[in-house]
């Protein structure tokens, strides 16, 4: 048996932590208010974030960074990309020297333009590079929690740790491939949610599955480019945390961020759809991040600039699919 800790009682985090404690490894999700954690202990459902899914028994709740973190072999992270940095600061004296550490949230940090696994190795400063990964995939936590089959992918600066973590993330139900390009599945994962606003917006304005099929794809190129110049492998952007990712969060209203777009083309203000949606939709801050690292990078993301357009500087969804279609005609450039 594992001892896992997990840093978050949200949609994903508390997924997570059924997932594996259905495998009988010892769970313990970590929640820093303790009103929350006693409310989620006595209930063993969380009806605010997976509801209807009952904890097993090898998974608890508390409040107690000893408790939940003091004894884990495996520390997973799934909080808001906005609050992750804040986060690592109030649990890295509990973690314990010789834990792996997995990153299971996908954004990019709107001040430093960093990478989620980048902030963790900063604020865990006694952790070497090798101890800190990532997860990501295909991964609607709905579907997961029901017991629906699901593939992600983890990825380590090494491939012996990554071996160990996928073998304790991994089930009948779950199965876990390895890389060792942290950057590409974590790229990959942060960047399409921008691409997934934009593909509600084709959606949102009746364009049908020619248009919506073309988006996702120049989406897929646009998202690659980018990675790339931050130093990512292409090839990881065809597997599941690049397009595997990317088809499930453009095409499922399971999706929050594809709600968000969805939401948008009706018409709606992005703080009204915001406060609907209840939950972090990691989209809106990559988005934020992107345009400035691409900017910066010099690399053309007129996608991404569409979706800015729309969330921050008033432009209509329509405006903006009419935009991108009008532009200037060019070749379809190979990586």
């Given at each position: 048996?594992?001892?896992?800790?997990?840093i978050?009682?949200?949609a994903?985090?508390?997924?997570l932590?059924?997932l594996?404690?259905?495998?009988?490894?010892s769970?313990?999700?970590?929640s820093r208010?303790e009103?929350?954690?006693?409310e989620l202990?006595?209930?063993r459902?969380n009806e605010?974030?997976?509801?209807g899914v009952e904890?097993?028994s090898s998974?608890?709740?508390?409040?107690?960074l000893d408790e939940?973190l003091g004894?884990?072999?495996l520390?997973?992270i799934?909080?808001?990309?906005?609050t992750?940095?804040?986060?690592?600061k109030a649990v890295?004296d509990?973690?314990?020297?010789?834990?792996?550490?997995?990153?299971?949230?996908?954004?990019?940090?709107i001040a430093?333009?960093k990478?989620?696994s980048?902030v963790?190795?900063?604020?865990?400063?006694d952790?070497?590079?090798?101890?800190?990964?990532?997860?990501?995939?295909?991964?609607?936590?709905?579907?997961?929690?029901?017991?629906?089959?699901?593939?992600?992918t983890?990825?380590?600066?090494s491939?012996?740790i990554?071996?160990?973590?996928?073998?304790v993330?991994?089930?009948e139900l779950f199965?876990?491939?390895?890389s060792?390009d942290v950057?590409?599945?974590?790229?990959?994962?942060?960047l399409?949610n921008i691409?997934?606003?934009?593909?509600a917006?084709?959606d949102?304005a009746?364009?049908?599955?020619n248009?919506k099929a073309?988006?996702?794809?120049?989406?897929l190129?646009?998202?690659?480019?980018l990675g790339?110049a931050?130093?990512?492998k292409?090839d990881t952007?065809?597997?599941?945390?690049?397009?595997g990712?990317?088809?499930?969060?453009c095409?499922s209203?399971l999706?929050?961020?594809?709600?968000?777009?969805f939401?948008?083309?009706?018409?709606?203000?992005?703080?009204?759809v915001l406060a609907?949606?209840?939950?972090?939709a990691e989209g809106?801050p990559t988005t934020q991040?992107a345009?400035?690292?691409?900017?910066?990078?010099?690399?053309?993301?007129p996608?991404?600039?569409a979706?800015?357009a729309?969330?921050?500087e008033?432009?209509s969804p329509n405006d903006?699919?009419k935009?991108l279609?009008?532009?200037?005609?060019q070749?379809?450039?190979?990586?």
């Amino acid at each position: 048996m594992t001892q896992i800790g997990i840093i978050g009682t949200g949609a994903w985090g508390t997924t997570l932590g059924i997932l594996i404690a259905r495998t009988g490894n010892s769970t313990t999700l970590w929640s820093r208010d303790e009103s929350r954690a006693t409310e989620l202990s006595s209930s063993r459902v969380n009806e605010r974030s997976v509801p209807g899914v009952e904890f097993p028994s090898s998974m608890n709740v508390s409040s107690s960074l000893d408790e939940s973190l003091g004894s884990a072999d495996l520390v997973i992270i799934a909080v808001p990309s906005v609050t992750i940095r804040e986060n690592i600061k109030a649990v890295r004296d509990s973690i314990p020297a010789d834990a792996h550490v997995v990153c299971a949230t996908k954004g990019i940090e709107i001040a430093t333009g960093k990478r989620m696994s980048q902030v963790i190795t900063e604020e865990l400063r006694d952790f070497a590079a090798e101890q800190i990964g990532v997860l990501s995939g295909p991964n609607l936590s709905p579907e997961i929690a029901a017991g629906n089959l699901a593939t992600a992918t983890v990825a380590f600066p090494s491939n012996a740790i990554a071996e160990k973590v996928q073998a304790v993330l991994s089930s009948e139900l779950f199965r876990v491939y390895r890389s060792d390009d942290v950057t590409g599945v974590e790229l990959g994962g942060a960047l399409k949610n921008i691409i997934a606003i934009g593909a509600a917006f084709i959606d949102g304005a009746g364009l049908g599955a020619n248009a919506k099929a073309s988006f996702v794809t120049r989406g897929l190129h646009e998202i690659t480019r980018l990675g790339v110049a931050m130093g990512a492998k292409p090839d990881t952007f065809a597997g599941l945390s690049g397009m595997g990712d990317l088809l499930t969060t453009c095409y499922s209203n399971l999706s929050r961020n594809y709600r968000l777009g969805f939401g948008l083309a009706s018409g709606r203000d992005l703080k009204s759809v915001l406060a609907d949606l209840g939950q972090t939709a990691e989209g809106v801050p990559t988005t934020q991040a992107a345009v400035r690292i691409a900017k910066e990078l010099g690399i053309d993301m007129p996608i991404t600039n569409a979706t800015h357009a729309v969330l921050f500087e008033g432009e209509s969804p329509n405006d903006a699919i009419k935009d991108l279609m009008g532009r200037t005609l060019q070749p379809e450039v190979r990586y």
